[in-house]
Every structure is written in C-alpha cells, then in structure tokens.
C-alpha cells in the first residue's frame, strides 16, 4: 500500500505550493485596489494569520469537507468549480484509454505474428511516430482535415458524439502507439518461453500456440502500461482540452494559470494527482486478480 | 588525480567508439543519430543561416503560401517561416537538452546517493519521488510554472523537474545493482572510504544506463518544454520558439496552413529523432532487451 504515504505527500506538496507563491493571496482574492483592511480581514477569513500548523489543520479539515476554497476568478468554490468540469474529462479520457488499449494490443499482436515483415515494420514505424508527435500539432492536423477541409465534424469539441471524435483520437494516438510497442515486444518475449516451446513441440499449430498459450500471459505486464498510460493520457487532457477548446478539468487548469487563479490551480493539481493514484490502485488489485502469483499484504 | 581520471576516460571512448559503429548499422538507430545530429547542428548555426531575419515583418507578404523567396511562407505579420524555424532551433532544442541534462544530472545524482546511502535518506527520496510522480507528464510544469511565471528559465527549470524524479528513480535501481556486486565488496575490504567507493566505483557504472535513458528522456522533454510555450506558459512571443509558433498560427488554419504544418512537423522530426536514436542506444548497449 505505497497509495498512503503518496497521498499524505501529495496534499503536504500542494498545501506549500499557495504558501511558496511570491506576493500575497489575501492581496491577490481582494484585488489590487483593496485598502489595508480589507486586505486584512480578507487574510483572517482565510486563515492566513494563524501558524502553518494551524493553516494545515484547516487545510486538512478542509480537505475533508470537500472544501477547496474559493475560485478567484469564478468568484465560486473551487469543488463546485471542480464537479462542474469533471464528467467532460472523464468521458474524454475514458474513451481515449479504451480506444488505445484496444488498438494498440491488436496492433501489438498483429506486429508480433508477422514479426520482421512488412506489416511489423509498419505498426512499429507508426507507433514511434503517433509518440513522437505532438498532441498539439495532431490536434491542429486533425482540425485542418475533418473540420477545415472535409468539413465533417466540428471544430471545437463537446460531450456529444461529433464533438468527441477529433479529441478523442488527439488524445489516444500517443498511448496507442506505447501500447501497441509494449504489447508487441510482451508477446514476442514471451513466445521466447520453454513452455511455450514445449507447445510448439507437441504438434500444436501456431496459431493455437499464440492464442492459447503466449496471448494471456503475454497481455498481464500490458496492464501495467495501460495503468501507466492513463495517468499520462489525464495531463494530456491540458494540451487536448486547450486546442478543441473543450472545457473539461484541463482546459479549466489552463483558464485558472493564466489568471493567477491559486485556489483553483491548487484543487485541479490535487484532482489530477488524485486520479492518477487512484488508477494505479486500480491497476494493482486487478493485477492481483489476474495473476494470482502476485499478493499485496 | 590522473591515476583517477585516466581509466575513466578510457572506459568511455572505448564505449563510445563501439556504439557508434553499431549504431551506424542500426536502422532506426542511424536514422535518429542524423536527425539528433541535424537539430543539434542547427542549435548552433540555425541563426546565422537563417535568409531572413526571424523577427522582421513584412507587410507586402502576409500569411503567404510556399514561395520561391519563402519556401515555407510567411506568419501574420509576413515574417519568414522558415528564418523563424531555423532560429527557433537555439530556443527549442537547447531547450529540451539543457533540460533532460539538468534532470539527469540532479535526479541522477539523488539516486545514486539516496541507493548508495541507504536507510531514511533512501525512504524518504523514494517517497518523494512517488509523490513528484503522481502529477504525470506535463502537469508538474504546469504547477511549477504557475509559481515562477512564463519565460526561458521558467521552461527549463519546469522541464527539468519533470525529469528529476524519472533520473532518480532509474539511477537508484542501477546504484543498488552495482552495490551488490563483488568488486564493490572488495573495495570495501580494502579500506576505501564509502564516498571514494561511490565515486570512483559506483558513479562510472551508473552513467551508462542515464545517457541512454537521457536520449530517449530528450524527445518526451523537448514535447513538454514546447508544449508548455504552446499553451502560452512557455516562452513567449516574438521569440520564434516552435510550439509558440504553432499557437500563433492556429488562428490563421484555414488561411494558411503552411504555418502550422510548418513548425510541427519540425518537432514532430526532432522528437522523432531523439526517440529513434533513445530505441538504437537501447538495442545496441543490451541487446537482451528486444522492444
């Protein structure tokens, strides 16, 4: 169970993270024109005056409330702020992972039967290239194409099934192409094992030898990736979200940078930190389901 | 001092010597060694090559296409697409390398000291590192650039962070690789104090395994660092910074694309190239690992 001490470490991290900003956030809520003591009372209403110990305290008790303070910019809570944000992105995101996951391992193993022909140089060559472009730029690509020239699906993303399609696949291209690499290689290295030769010895054929007995075992580290992917997938949702302008958790992390929004960027961090230990708990107690060698105490 | 230098250097260009040779015969690797080895060129000599000046408008050629006098058009304010690109080379791949060698260097040598040390000191860096690595990807710039302001140093101290927990991580792992094995066991019968162990035994080791993984480290922080320009947090305008370039132009998509497609596909190449020549080093160093 690493999921604890992370998390006590992630909620110290970001607790610092408004104390280490230069200038004053009493200063920064009330407004450059604000006099003295509204400043002040500005500074007690949010516990500003009181030790860093007190101010974790409430930090904390806060924490467990729901309570992320107030958004400077939307003049809101920042949970309101947050819950208003998150199905976008969590539609988005698990859409992307699935997308990826399934592709990529069908990818993987396609790349892995034909080894060193054609098909696996092709499957290898466009996974490097999915991961070595840009979010960004694919998203521009894809805009050009589908929205500019073919005119067929929309410019700027939503939660409905058009507005979906170009993020979507913006966002799994990268994963997809990690997947595909790691599934492929998983497959290869395991058809390398004697028991699987041992298959091949008695008669079976290679296609009941790769699908009964390298295939499953093969796709367990796989999980690992995927597990690993989606928390990379959850930061890519800031780059995704900014360019299709969809306005999920990372597009909402940008707005609230841009506007010095403290509060706000200091509940985002901590959601998107949240998911990601989250997902790798998941990801452990599946692992333990699947693979019953491996026990967590 | 030379006594201590001298096996050091040898080990290295030896190392070198043979890598290069086999790289050379690798066929994605020696792909990735020409773009690396382009961009890096143009790191250095892309501003003096430039035909243009990268910042000078020209408001007889706005938002052009390909020309015979811009090959790669011109931006809104009929600056040379291409004179932009070259230039912009110093500011996005000096970038990314300063920023993968800094993380390497300082999580690098974290790890190493937090395996070689042991105990608390161990505990609480691998703690650290956890926590540092539950905001994946770009989302520790962001944070860290939410408190220093956009800017040159802002984009490499971000970028550098983000690599810092990874470095220390895979150096720990190496560090406590080599603890284990005979020669360090002997150095330590013999006398030797633990940080010359560390230093002259330990070190050497370990900084095969962070060069390779700093390559492949390049492309996925060269993808951070212009990320971060594109979303405006980075380096900011008018210096011809590549994902900079990028946003300025996705307003003008549908007049001129060419400014777009320009400058990504121009990262695109040079991430490509530091992953492909990351797979070649890989391959080549241990060929046990087939991926």
Known sequence: ?297 | MTERVAPAKRAKSAFSRSTFGKLLHHRSGSVGLVLTGMFVTLAVVGPWIAPYSPSAPNYAHLAAGSTAEHWLGTDAFGRDTLSRILAGARYSVTIGLAATLIGALVGGSWGVLAGFLGGWFDNLSMRLVDVLLAFPGILIAIGLVTLTGPGVGPVVFASAVFGIPVFARLARGSTLEVKSRAFIEAANALGMQRLQVMGRHVVPQVIAPILVYATLRSGSTLLVASGLSFLGLGVQAPAPEWGGMLSDAQLWLAVQPLMAFSPGVTITLAVLGFNLLGDGLRDVLDPSVRR
Do not use: C
């Open chain 1, 1 to 297: 169970m690493q999921a604890v001490p992370t998390l006590i470490g992630v909620i110290i991290l970001i607790f610092f993270f408004v104390r280490a900003l230069p200038g004053d956030p009493a200063r920064l809520y009330a407004g450059v024109d604000a006099d003295a003591a509204t400043v002040q009372a500005v500074r007690v209403q949010m516990g500003l005056d009181r030790s860093l110990p007190e101010q974790f305290g409430y930090f904390v008790s806060g924490l467990a409330r729901g309570d992320l303070g107030m958004s400077f910019r939307a003049r809101m809570p920042v949970s309101t702020l947050l819950t208003q944000h998150f199905r976008a992105t969590l539609v988005l995101a698990s859409l992307a992972i699935t997308v990826a996951t399934l592709l990529g391992v069908l990818l993987g193993i396609m790349a892995a039967r034909k080894r060193n022909s054609i098909v696996d140089l092709g499957i290898t060559s466009v996974s490097v290239l999915g991961i070595s472009t840009p979010a960004f730029f694919l998203g521009i690509l894809l805009i050009y194409l589908f929205a500019v020239k073919l005119r067929v699906l929309p410019v700027a993303g939503s939660v409905s099934v058009k507005g979906l399609v170009l993020p979507t696949a913006t966002l799994a291209v990268a994963s997809l192409g990690t997947i595909a690499r790691f599934a492929r290689s998983s497959l290869l290295e395991t058809i390398g094992n004697d028991y699987v030769r041992t298959a091949t010895a008695k008669g079976l054929s290679r296609a009941r030898v790769v699908n009964k007995h390298a295939l499953r075992n093969s796709l367990i580290p796989v999980i690992t990736i995927v597990g690993l992917q989606f928390g990379f997938l959850l930061s890519g949702t800031v780059i995704v979200e900014t360019v299709f302008n969809y306005h999920g958790l990372g597009w909402l992390l940008i707005q609230s940078v841009e506007a010095r929004d403290y509060p706000a960027v200091q509940g985002l961090m901590l959601v998107f930190a949240l998911q990601f230990i989250a997902i790798n708990l998941i990801v452990d107690v599946l692992y333990g389901l699947i693979d019953p060698r491996i026990t967590y105490d």
